[in-house]
């Protein structure tokens, strides 16, 4: 069992409605290709798309898992301050509980965070998709900021629930820690996403539109929910390019066909001195290591 600082943790509610997909007045998404494209995107209830299926192949871009929350409040003093609370503070594993409609008492999980439309994504069981409705009040439990790993000070932990580590049982090896992953990603594909100054909300994008370097990489069976290590990566204060260092995130929403885009990843570890190593699991998927699904 790992130590950390888990009993000094803060758990706090923080809340979202179910968000409406949103399309600008140019309905096109042009293509890295260069054609134009009209395709399901960002918000909603997906009803067939969740954490365990195929992140690519989808005629969609950025299509989100399960269900997408946002708080819409615009206090006169914070602005948008409590959607950015809900997608600081909610992380990876949480609880979530819808609050009002007629799934009201229904538990789900958090499974990721989607920047610049700054959506939570909770995954539910299909009979509660089925019963929830756009504006619906979703409640979360947020737990996990500040999670330190008291014997590893080189590996910084963000975005991940207590529980979830425990279930992902990550193994000490010297002073580094062995982290089940699906796939290993070259830090040169890594696109959109890269500029922020922070990784504790949001994430960036696997660029998928080099054949060879996908074949080389396996990355045609990526997953939603997978966790995936990210080489020469180090997303300490941001997301920067550092050889040798290490990051591990979760896939949260699907491929896209727009220039610098593709499934994007939330951080859950990262280290600048390369004191993660990645071990090869094909069963690293949070649907399968929180069993939220039986079919896969």
């Known amino acids: 069992m790992l130590r950390t600082n888990v009993d000094r943790l803060v758990k706090i509610s923080v809340v979202g409605e179910v968000a409406s997909p949103v399309f600008g007045r140019g309905v096109y998404n042009i293509s890295a290709e260069g054609v134009p494209m009209v395709l399901p995107g960002v918000g909603g209830i ?81 009979e509660v998709l089925d019963k929830l409705m756009l504006g619906d009040k979703v409640l979360v439990k947020a737990f996990g900021v500040g999670l330190k790993l008291l014997d590893f000070p080189d590996i910084k932990v963000m975005n991940m629930d207590p529980r979830f580590l425990e279930a992902l049982n990550p193994k000490p090896v010297g002073d580094k820690l062995e982290v089940p992953v699906t796939h290993v990603i070259p830090a040169a594909i890594m696109g959109s996403g890269l500029g922020a ?13 080099d054949e060879a370097t996908r074949r080389e990489y396996g990355l045609d069976d990526l997953r939603l929910g997978d966790l995936v290590a990210i080489l020469d990566a180090d997303h300490s204060y941001g997301r920067i390019y550092r050889k040798g ?52």
Do not use: M
């Open 46 to 126: 997906t009803y067939n798309v969740r954490v365990g299926d195929p992140a690519c192949g989808w005629e969609a871009d950025h299509v989100e898992p399960g269900v997408s929350i946002e708080n819409k409040e615009n206090d006169p003093r914070f602005g948008q301050g409590a959607n950015t609370a809900l997608n600081v503070l909610s992380c990876v594993g949480n609880e979530a509980v819808v609050v009002s409609g007629d799934a009201k008492g229904a538990k789900g999980v958090v499974t990721g965070k989607h920047g610049g439309i700054e959506h939570v994504l909770v995954d539910f069981q299909p």
């Open 245 to 296: 260092a290490v990051s591990v995130g979760i896939i949260v929403h699907t491929d896209c066909v727009s220039s610098g885009h593709g499934p994007g990843v939330t951080t859950l570890f990262t280290s600048s001195k390369g004191k993660i190593i990645p071990r090869i699991d094909s069963k690293a998927n949070i649907a399968y290591l929180l069993r939220l699904r039986t079919d896969i």
């Open 197 to 209: 100054n922070q990784t504790y909300s949001g994430d960036y994008d696997i660029q998928l539109f």
